[in-house]
Every structure is written in structure tokens, then in C-alpha cells.
């Protein structure tokens, strides 16, 4: 089995504990990972802090930072492919999503090289006489960067790239199911000649790794993508070091399908919304509200499309549904869609592990008819192929329904009248809306939550403040000496 090395200070470090990663699609363990300890997670703080402080980094120009940034992007281009693959064997997504996502993760990379040298502050028209005010845009520190295991390439260089243009250093933790990829990715960090210490790459569980992290006294920021319950134990772990932290999480996002819409186009965005990437998505539309009038054919066309999926191994290029990425989410669709049905859902195809797969993870698409969204499949964030249908009868009746969830991350609206488009996307509570599309993304465009779903954005210009802080300097231009302040005139 391959065994990998933790990232740290510039060398890649054997670690004192290991753990096994599983391929989803046999259950097999395929390579060993080190489980970073409290000394590993320290050791990684430290060398990002020194990097910082005392290394040649902050040395650097904002365009030699952004020059680093750029080499690191042609090197994600040139190895896309073996990224994708790697991601692939770990967490089980399909080999033709890894690759085209490992690519695009580039364009990530470029983006924020741009921006390197184009963070910048201002002269204050300041209201005292003889004073020169202005600010400038302080990297904030220390950054870790923590992420889940459904698009590691992807969340991580969300963060990683802002952070490094803005002149921080970064700790980033992979998450322990699926942690190859970002070990690929460090080997490229130090192909492209960051100095030691600038980029640190461990993984670990939550206790102690994920712990020593986010509390740890030389941290100044937390980034997190994950689930709601590991973001509050991060919320309490940075009340032992004031870090600043940014939350992207869960979602239950609704897809609503009125009957002015086109319908084969409001298909294919249900399917890509619920059965793309297995349902593995933060932003899975799996509250699909159709209206009345076309549920029949809405519900027809999904069956006859379900019977043309093929379930299989995720590095076949025909397969268009792979593993779930562990046997407990497997199990969870598993009991989430029992409870459904006994509350009086109506299963219409799928819920079953497909019988054709001997071994693996695999759940079968799934189509759930609820009458209401009391039902369980409609309440559970799933990260699995499990659309739960609803049918509505009004625009205002459905505006509810939608923003009646604990999150509010994406939403899909497939209408032909575009003011109603327009007065839909207004009211929904949520940081993404799709009108006739779903699950498009760019590092251009914010990314983001309402509600439960955190309230941080990634991606765009804006995110780099998110990683700056403002410093202010006051200069005395009079020729006087300062006032005694203790003489009244
Ligand atoms: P998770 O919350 O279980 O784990 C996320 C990361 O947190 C992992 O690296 C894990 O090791 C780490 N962690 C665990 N305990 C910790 C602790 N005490 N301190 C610090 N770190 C700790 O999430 P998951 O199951 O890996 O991923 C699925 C979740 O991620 C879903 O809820 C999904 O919606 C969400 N997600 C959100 C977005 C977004 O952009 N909003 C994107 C992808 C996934």
C-alpha cells in the first residue's frame, strides 16, 4: 500500500500514527495516512508562524507572491489528471469530475495571483490639521484552512489561494476520509518554490489534530467547510484564541419547477442537482417543489431517465453514478428513507444498494414523493442520490416551503417568465440562486450561506478582506514638535 507523509515546514515527515484510507468502491483499504498527533499539529502552527514572521515570505513582493501562485496553477493544469485519479481511488467520485474539477481548480490559483498585487489602501481625508492618515492591508496570520472530504482540491484552494495573496501562511488540514489529493498538492507547492513553512499539509481526526489547530494561541484565522456540528466545536476551540473564523456548510437546497418552465431543461437540473457527484453535494437540490400541473410528467421523465443511469465504478468513463464516499452514509440513506416511508412518503424508484455491485458503497437514485415537508428525507441534509418531490400550488405557498429549512446555501428556480425569476431569486433566503442552470461556480463569482449554512463567502474579490486586516498609520507632517499634552493653551 502507498504510505503518505505529513507536509511540514518544506519536508514531507513520517508520522507517529497511521490509519488506513478505503476505496469506496470495493471497501478495500488502498493507501496509509499519518493521523496527525498534538506535537505533528503543533510543529504545523509553528513552522507557518515562523514562515510568516521570521521567514523570507513576507519579503516578497505582492507580484512575486502572485508569480508563486501562478506557477502553482500550471502546475494543478499539468497534473489534473493524475489529481483527479487520486481524488477518484479515495473518495469514490467519478474520475471524470475529479479531472475536469482538478483543472478548473487552476483557474482558482490564476484568479487570486491577479489579485495579489492589487490589494491596496487609501489616504484618509482626515478632519486634524498637519496629519497624514492612511491604511494599508495587513495579512491577518496564520490561517487554517479545514475541509471535508467531498472536494478537497476544490475547498481547499478557495482558501488556500485568497490566503496566500494576501500574504498569510496557511496550515491546511485534509479530512482523514479522503486526504490523497491534498498530498499530491503538496508535492506541487514545493515544486513551485514556496519557502518552507509557507504551505503545511497534515491530516488528522478532529481530537486531537482539528482541536490543537483551531485553538492554538498563534492562529489568527480559521476557515472551515464542513458540517454544523464540527463548526460549533470549532466556534468553542476559538474562544481559547479570538482566531477569526469563516463557516461554509450543509445545505437542503430547493429546486422549485414552475409550470412555465422548459421542461426537459428543468430535468436535467434536478438530475445534475441530486444525482451529479452521487448526491455528494453541499448544494444538492433535494427538495424539489414542482408545481401541480406538470408534476406527472416532471415525475414520469425522472423514472424513465433513472432507468438510464449507470451505476458503477467510479474510473469507468460510462459510469454516471459511483460510491458514496463510506459504508455510514450509506447506511444513513439507508434509515433515513425507512423513516421516510413510514411517514407516509411514496418511494416512486431506487432506495435500495444496487444488487448488480458486489462490493462497495453504491445507493441506488432515488425518487421520494412527500406530501409535505415534515417528512424526514425533506428535513436530513443526505449526501446521497435522494430527490424528495413536493408538490405545490402557488408561488407564495412555495417561497415559504423553500425558505422554510434550517439552511439557506443554494437554490435552483426553472421558470420561462423572467419577472417572476427575478421576484423568486429576491425572496429566497439563500447566498446562491440558479435561474434555469444549477451547480454552476467560478472564482469570480461569491460563494456562500444563509443561516445554518454559515454566513462567510469564498471565491470573488471580496473574500480577500476576509483574509486582510486593516492597519492604520498617523503621521505628523507639522514642523512643531508635539504638543505637551499636559500644558493648556
Ligand atoms: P465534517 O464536518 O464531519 O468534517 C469536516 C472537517 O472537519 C474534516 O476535515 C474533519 O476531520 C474536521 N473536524 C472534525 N472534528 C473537528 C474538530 N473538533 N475540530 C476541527 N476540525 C474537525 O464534514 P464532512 O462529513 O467531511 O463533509 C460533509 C459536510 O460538509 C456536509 O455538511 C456538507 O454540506 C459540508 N460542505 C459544505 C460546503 C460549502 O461550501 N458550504 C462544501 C462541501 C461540503
Not at 487552476?106 to 497624514?132: E, F, S
Given at each position: 500500500?502507498?504510505?503518505?507523509?505529513?507536509?511540514?515546514?518544506?519536508?514531507?515527515?513520517?508520522?507517529?500514527?497511521?490509519?488506513?484510507?478505503?476505496?469506496?468502491?470495493?471497501?478495500?483499504?488502498?493507501?496509509?495516512?499519518?493521523?496527525?498527533?498534538?506535537?505533528?499539529?503543533?510543529?504545523?502552527?509553528?513552522?507557518?508562524?515562523?514562515?510568516?514572521?521570521?521567514?523570507?515570505?513576507?519579503?516578497?513582493?505582492?507580484?512575486?507572491?502572485?508569480?508563486?501562485?501562478?506557477?502553482?496553477?500550471?502546475?494543478?493544469?499539468?497534473?489534473?489528471?493524475?489529481?483527479?485519479d487520486?481524488?477518484?481511488?479515495?473518495?469514490?467520485?467519478?474520475?471524470?469530475?475529479?479531472?475536469?474539477?482538478s483543472?478548473?481548480?487552476?483557474?482558482?490559483?490564476?484568479y487570486?495571483?491577479?489579485?495579489?498585487?492589487?490589494?491596496?489602501?487609501?489616504?484618509?481625508?482626515?478632519?486634524?490639521?498637519?496629519?497624514?492618515?492612511?491604511?494599508?492591508?495587513?495579512?491577518?496570520?496564520?490561517?487554517?484552512?479545514?475541509?471535508?472530504?467531498?472536494?478537497?482540491?476544490f475547498?481547499?484552494?478557495?482558501?488556500?489561494?485568497?490566503a496566500?495573496?494576501?500574504?498569510?501562511?496557511v496550515?491546511?488540514?485534509?479530512?482523514?476520509?479522503?486526504?490523497?489529493a491534498?498530498f499530491?498538492?503538496?508535492?506541487?507547492?514545493?515544486?513551485?518554490?514556496?519557502?518552507?513553512?509557507?504551505?503545511?499539509?497534515?491530516?488528522?481526526?478532529?481530537?486531537?489534530?482539528?482541536?490543537?489547530?483551531?485553538?492554538?494561541p498563534?492562529?489568527?484565522?480559521?476557515?472551515?467547510?464542513?458540517?454544523?456540528?464540527?463548526?460549533?466545536?470549532?466556534?468553542?476551540?476559538?474562544?481559547?484564541?479570538?482566531?477569526?473564523?469563516?463557516?461554509?456548510?450543509?445545505?437542503?437546497?430547493?429546486?422549485?419547477?414552475?409550470?412555465?418552465?422548459?421542461?426537459?431543461?428543468?430535468?436535467?437540473?434536478i438530475?445534475?442537482?441530486?444525482?451529479?457527484?452521487?448526491?455528494?453535494?453541499?448544494?444538492?437540490?433535494?427538495?424539489?417543489?414542482?408545481?401541480?400541473?406538470?408534476?406527472?410528467?416532471?415525475?414520469?421523465?425522472?423514472?424513465?431517465?433513472?432507468?438510464?443511469?449507470v451505476?458503477?465504478?467510479?474510473?469507468?468513463?460510462r459510469?454516471?453514478?459511483?460510491?458514496?464516499?463510506?459504508?455510514?452514509?450509506?447506511?444513513?440513506?439507508?434509515?433515513?428513507?425507512?423513516?421516510?416511508?413510514?411517514?407516509?412518503?411514496?418511494?416512486?424508484?431506487?432506495?435500495?444498494?444496487?444488487?448488480?455491485?458486489?462490493?462497495?458503497?453504491?445507493?441506488?437514485?432515488?425518487?421520494?414523493?412527500?406530501?409535505?415537508?415534515?417528512?424526514?428525507?425533506?428535513?436530513?441534509?443526505?449526501?446521497?442520490?435522494?430527490?424528495?418531490?413536493?408538490?405545490?400550488?402557488?408561488?407564495?405557498?412555495v417561497?415559504?416551503?423553500?425558505?422554510?429549512?434550517?439552511?439557506?446555501?443554494?437554490?435552483?428556480?426553472f421558470?420561462?417568465?423572467?419577472?417572476?425569476?427575478?421576484?423568486?431569486?429576491?425572496?429566497?433566503?439563500?447566498?446562491?440562486?440558479?435561474?434555469?442552470?444549477?451547480?454552476?461556480?467560478?472564482?469570480?463569482?461569491?460563494?456562500?450561506?444563509?443561516?445554518?449554512?454559515?454566513?462567510?463567502?469564498?471565491?470573488?474579490l471580496?473574500?480577500?478582506?476576509?483574509?486582510?486586516?486593516?492597519?492604520?498609520?498617523?503621521?505628523?507632517?507639522?514642523?512643531?514638535?508635539?504638543?505637551?499634552?499636559?500644558?493648556?493653551?
Amino acid at each position: 500500500m502507498e504510505k503518505y507523509k505529513h507536509y511540514i515546514n518544506g519536508k514531507f515527515i513520517e508520522g507517529s500514527e497511521y490509519f488506513d484510507s478505503i476505496d469506496p468502491s470495493n471497501g478495500k483499504p488502498w493507501a496509509l495516512f499519518p493521523a496527525a498527533n498534538e506535537e505533528d499539529s503543533n510543529f504545523a502552527v509553528e513552522s507557518a508562524y515562523n514562515a510568516l514572521f521570521k521567514g523570507p515570505w513576507s519579503k516578497l513582493t505582492a507580484t512575486q507572491r502572485g508569480k508563486l501562485l501562478h506557477k502553482l496553477g500550471d502546475l494543478i493544469s499539468e497534473n489534473a489528471n493524475h489529481l483527479g485519479d487520486i481524488e477518484t481511488k479515495d473518495s469514490g467520485k467519478l474520475r471524470a469530475e475529479t479531472r475536469s474539477q482538478s483543472g478548473y481548480v487552476a483557474d482558482y490559483y490564476y484568479y487570486y495571483a491577479g489579485l495579489a498585487d492589487k490589494i491596496q489602501g487609501d489616504v484618509l481625508p482626515i478632519d486634524k490639521p498637519d496629519m497624514r492618515v492612511f491604511t494599508t492591508r495587513e495579512p491577518i496570520g496564520v490561517v487554517v484552512a479545514i475541509v471535508p472530504w467531498n472536494a478537497q482540491m476544490f475547498l481547499s484552494a478557495t482558501k488556500i489561494a485568497p490566503a496566500l495573496a494576501a500574504g498569510n501562511t496557511v496550515v491546511v488540514k485534509a479530512s482523514e476520509q479522503a486526504p490523497a489529493a491534498l498530498f499530491k498538492l503538496a508535492e506541487l507547492i514545493d515544486q513551485a518554490g514556496f519557502p518552507p513553512g509557507v504551505v503545511n499539509i497534515i491530516t488528522g481526526y478532529g481530537e486531537p489534530c482539528g482541536r490543537v489547530l483551531t485553538s492554538h494561541p498563534k492562529v489568527a484565522s480559521v476557515a472551515f467547510t464542513g458540517g454544523c456540528d464540527v463548526a460549533k466545536m470549532i466556534v468553542k476551540n476559538t474562544a481559547e484564541n479570538f482566531a477569526h473564523v469563516s463557516l461554509e456548510l450543509g445545505g437542503k437546497s430547493p429546486m422549485i419547477i414552475f409550470d412555465d418552465c422548459e421542461i426537459d431543461s428543468a430535468v436535467n437540473g434536478i438530475v445534475a442537482g441530486n444525482f451529479g457527484a452521487s448526491g455528494q453535494s453541499c448544494v444538492a437540490g433535494s427538495r424539489v417543489f414542482v408545481h401541480r400541473n406538470i408534476y406527472k410528467q416532471i415525475v414520469e421523465k425522472l423514472e424513465k431517465e433513472s432507468k438510464n443511469i449507470v451505476i458503477g465504478d467510479p474510473l469507468d468513463k460510462r459510469t454516471h453514478v459511483g460510491p458514496l464516499a463510506t459504508l455510514a452514509q450509506v447506511e444513513r440513506a439507508k434509515d433515513v428513507l425507512k423513516e421516510s416511508i413510514s411517514q407516509g412518503a411514496e418511494l416512486v424508484f431506487g432506495g435500495n444498494i444496487p444488487k448488480h455491485m458486489k462490493s462497495g458503497w453504491y445507493f441506488e437514485p432515488t425518487l421520494l414523493l412527500c406530501h409535505d415537508q415534515s417528512i424526514k428525507s425533506v428535513q436530513t441534509e443526505l449526501f446521497a442520490p435522494v430527490i424528495s418531490l413536493i408538490i405545490f400550488d402557488s408561488e407564495d405557498e412555495v417561497i415559504d416551503m423553500a425558505n422554510d429549512s434550517e439552511f439557506g446555501l443554494g437554490a435552483g428556480v426553472f421558470t420561462q417568465n423572467l419577472a417572476r425569476a427575478h421576484r423568486v431569486s429576491q425572496q429566497i433566503r439563500s447566498g446562491i440562486v440558479w435561474i434555469n442552470t444549477y451547480r454552476a461556480i467560478s472564482p469570480i463569482s461569491p460563494f456562500g450561506g444563509f443561516k445554518n449554512s454559515g454566513g462567510s463567502r469564498e471565491a470573488g474579490l471580496d473574500v480577500i478582506y476576509e483574509y486582510t486586516r486593516t492597519k492604520t498609520t498617523w503621521i505628523n507632517t507639522s514642523s512643531e514638535p508635539m504638543a505637551n499634552p499636559f500644558v493648556i493653551r
